[in-house]
């Protein structure tokens, strides 16, 4: 209870109602409630492994899709807009405690991506890879082609910021966010899953909200 009055002093009126729902929503993930006590704009964090941040303009914006498909193919963001438009509405949150509720998202879905290039029947998972030049990760075809899988290409009905990982990033909205790579520059169907960044430093492949990490504790 005292953290609680001591984030509504310190952010003031305008922001206490989605600071407190982000509090509320960590209390099961984070008992201590100390991860919420720092909040960012609208509860989220920017996270970064890399000390710059791409900064794309859409119209520079390109999307290389490639490796076991029928049909390789380089997305301008143009290309991405004229695709089917999904959006969906899911809490987003960090496997560190972290977690903002009710976050809308709209883009394209991996499964109708995948549909224009053509999965080779060799190919079972996909790798992929930021603009940043370092982060990398990896999804199974299955977790792809969920209808919660997209490239996001808009967050709470705005462009993504630079920050956020914009023009595009991904959105697994049923995992943990480290798996929602941002700046994504590459798409390539592979044999075999590749862990991705946080993966080989020890967090899991699959990464399930709540059924992962050696958190049971979430509502799936
Ligand atoms: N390229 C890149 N993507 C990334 C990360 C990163 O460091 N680099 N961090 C991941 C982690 S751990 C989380 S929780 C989310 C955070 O998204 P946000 O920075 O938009 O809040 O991005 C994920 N995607
Ligand atoms: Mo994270």
Not at 52 to 75: N, S, W
Not at 114 to 129: C, D, I, Y
Not at 153 to 165: C, F
Request: negative net charge.
């Amino acid at each position: 209870m005292l953290g609680l009055g001591a984030v509504g002093v310190a952010v003031g009126a305008p922001l206490q109602d989605r600071v407190s729902r982000t509090l509320a929503g960590l209390q099961s993930a984070d008992p201590t409630g100390l991860s919420g006590l720092v909040p960012g704009a609208g509860g989220f964090r920017y996270y970064s492994v890399t000390s710059t941040r791409p900064a794309v303009h859409p119209d520079d914006y390109r999307l290389e899709v490639g490796g076991l498909v029928k049909t390789p193919t380089t997305f301008s963001f143009a290309d991405l807009s004229a695709l089917p438009q999904t959006s969906l509405v899911r809490d987003f949150q960090c496997v560190t405690g972290w977690r903002v509720p009710d976050v809308r998202w709209s883009g394209v879905l991996l499964r109708d991506l995948l549909a224009v290039v053509g999965a080779a029947p060799r190919g079972s998972a996909l790798r992929l890879t930021s603009l940043d030049g370092t982060y990398a990760e990896s999804l199974t075809l299955e977790q792809a082609t969920r209808d919660d899988v997209m490239v996001a290409t808009r967050l709470d009905d705005a462009p993504i910021s630079r920050d956020h990982g914009g023009p595009a990033r991904l959105l697994v909205a049923p995992m943990y966010g480290y798996k929602s790579l941002k700046w994504l520059g590459g798409l390539e169907v592979v044999d075999r899953v590749i862990p991705g960044y946080w993966e080989e430093l020890g967090y899991d492949v699959d990464a399930w909200v709540g059924r992962s990490n050696g958190r049971d504790d979430e509502p799936v």
